[in-house]
């Protein structure tokens, strides 16, 4: 196994390759860029395709088509791109073309900053774009998982027939750490609806137009019962000092990293603190949060927005634990930051 | 007996959603014949466009996918660059490639994409009941331009031949008309030439196919063949603009 020093964006695009990614299709935005250059690089040599596109429009709907031959294709982007890729990306939910999505976030609304933000978690996890739908959304928290959740992403997106987003902090994306390389993939699925000319079979059709009731009804509540699949197999988070914890945080991405520090430090002071790290933003780890609902006395969401996740915990929680938010913008808080927020909770619940 | 006439194997058995004196079917029917006369049709996808022809998917019988409004062109380049093998042709109205997806259309010419694009120019949004698209004639009456297109206001319409063939990527770029038989003619000669041009890897190809709308211009259908001869082609002249011989 190789171990390589990689930036998280170069880790993602690494990972997509290993998993048989052979057509990007994207539009330069800070701070995803470093994705498309890597591809850029890599692609034309493994004989990909690789096509920088004249607006996020295009790139998204050269997935649509990119996907519909079978290949396995990525975009990636950043808040005002993903914001525009969101009527394809609704497209593609419909007609249940697999695709990998990469937002490597920054701050908005409008054109916002470079900084590192979590401010798009709502758009990532209610679909996005018009219409009944969800998409799959992981949240990595190294350069490894940037490299591992690419070639997980590729799995589920083929095995559910939908699109996966990779939802990383900019900071993630530029963060240099070392990389344990993976093997390739070298088995991929059956694909038996793609559309590449119909030789020996009868032809196949992509299309999300259903013009009549039943068959409107029908189709949702065919990409319904599939989310609800989705949901019952795929959550999946991270428990951090779990056992006897009176205080937990949740946190994805990098932050969540940054706040296992908290956490020991806290704990060092006498809180019982402990971490739940969403892997998976979209299908939620509801039933991580509804066991600390039993045994906790108060969760705090951290997040870089101004409380978006939050809404989802307290969903979970149903009102049996009380749901704290702590947010910042623009900034990756530093441990000390969260630590403190734990000992001011912990010192007026009276806990320490 | 001998069998004279025939319908395409290109085509499906679905009967066309077209209004009477429409010219979808014809242009339709002059694919099919191509892909038949060179033996492609399992060989070709096709993408059809928002609009009149959103439902052209289950008219030809070969592969085909439906896109997004105006976005046809950005689908068939990442095909064709994955399947450079196949054939692959976009079939757009106006309102789709001159109005919300000029920027597909003209970068799809710009990288000299190799696939052929089918654009019927009928000077209106015919399915969502006849507005003005960038096409629409000056002095053309329609329902968002009640008092007729004028240049001050509305500008100018869109030549979108004359426009594609500057480009260097642009290998073969022909406009035709379905009012009379001879154009009939002229017209598959034109596809058969863009879907060749395609088979020879020259660059992108386009037929912009000056078409009728006799239900949105408010005509017989024979009045609106008239039209298209009276008023379409003095602003949108038919013939080649752009022949590429070599790569």
């Given at each position: 196994m190789k171990k390589v020093l990689m930036k998280g964006n170069e880790a993602l695009a690494e990972g997509a390759l290993i998993a048989g990614c052979r057509g990007f299709f994207g539009y330069p935005i800070t701070p995803s860029s470093e994705i498309a250059e890597y591809m850029a690089r890599k692609l034309p040599k493994i004989g990909g395709a690789f096509i920088q596109a004249e607006s996020e429009l295009a790139a998204i709907n050269m997935i649509y088509g990119g996907s519909s031959t079978g290949t396995r294709v990525m975009t990636a982007s950043s808040g005002p791109g993903i914001s525009l890729k969101q009527e394809g990306i609704s497209f593609i939910s419909d007609a249940e073309l697999p695709c990998l999505i990469v937002n490597v976030s920054r701050g908005g609304p409008g054109l916002g900053g470079i900084q590192p933000s979590q401010a798009d978690y709502f758009q990532a996890t209610r679909g996005g774009g018009h219409g009944d739908y969800r998409i799959i959304v992981l949240a990595p928290s190294s350069s490894q998982e940037m490299m591992d959740l690419a070639i997980l992403a590729f799995e589920l997106a083929d095995k559910y027939r939908t699109p996966v987003m990779i939802m990383a902090e900019g900071t993630l994306g530029n963060l240099m750490e070392p990389v344990i390389v993976r093997e390739a993939v070298t088995e991929f699925p059956d694909k038996p609806w793609v559309t590449t000319g119909c030789v020996g079979r009868k032809p196949n059709v992509i299309n999300t137009l259903h013009l009549s009731q039943e068959e409107l009804e029908g189709r949702n509540r065919h990409l319904t019962e599939k989310y609800r699949m989705i949901s019952e197999n795929e959550k999946r988070a991270e428990s951090f000092l779990l056992d006897d914890a009176e205080i937990v945080v949740v946190a994805f991405g990098l932050l969540a990293r940054i706040i296992k520090k908290s956490v020991m430090e806290a704990r060092k002071k006498g809180v019982k603190a402990g971490l739940i790290r969403p892997v998976t933003l979209w299908p939620f780890p509801d039933e991580h949060i509804q066991a600390v609902s039993r045994t906790a006395r108060i969760i705090l969401s951290v997040e870089i927005n101004m409380g978006q996740m939050v809404e989802d915990i307290r969903l979970a929680a149903g009102g049996k634990i009380p749901v704290e938010f702590y947010g910042r913008i623009g900034f990756t808080p530093n441990p000390e930051e969260i630590t403190r927020q734990l000992l001011f909770i912990a010192e007026r619940e009276g806990l320490l | 007996m001998k069998t004279v006439f025939k319908k395409p194997e290109?085509?499906?058995?679905a009967k066309f959603h077209y209004c009477p004196g429409c010219t979808h079917g014809i242009i339709h029917r002059l694919i099919a014949e191509c892909l038949d006369e060179l033996k492609i049709r399992e060989q070709t996808i096709g993408i059809c466009p928002v609009g009149c022809s959103v439902l052209a998917y289950e008219y030809f019988n070969c592969d085909m996918l439906e896109a997004a409004h105006g976005r046809a062109p950005a689908i068939a380049t990442a095909m064709k660059r994955l399947l450079p093998d196949r054939y692959l042709f976009t079939y757009q109205g106006d309102g789709d490639l001159a109005s919300i997806g000029m920027g597909e259309i003209v970068h799809a010419s710009l990288r000299g994409e190799k696939i052929t694009v089918i654009f019927v120019n009928?000077?209106?949004?015919?399915?969502?009941?006849g507005q003005m698209a960038p096409t629409t004639l000056l002095g053309q009456v329609t329902t968002t331009s009640p008092y007729g297109r004028s240049k001050d206001w509305e500008g100018y319409p869109a030549k979108m031949a004359e426009l594609l063939a500057q480009n260097e990527g642009s290998a073969y770029i022909c406009r035709t008309a379905v009012n009379d038989p001879p154009n009939v003619v002229k017209t598959k000669r034109a596809i058969k030439k863009a879907l060749q041009t395609q088979a020879r890897g020259l660059g992108f190809s386009m037929v912009e196919v000056l078409s009728t709308c006799p239900t949105n211009w408010g005509l017989s259908p024979v009045e609106a063949m008239k039209w298209v001869e009276e008023n379409m082609i003095p602003y949108y002249p038919l013939g080649e603009f752009k022949v590429k011989e070599e790569k």
């Open positions: - | 290109s085509l499906t058995d009928n000077t209106l949004y015919g399915m969502t009941g």
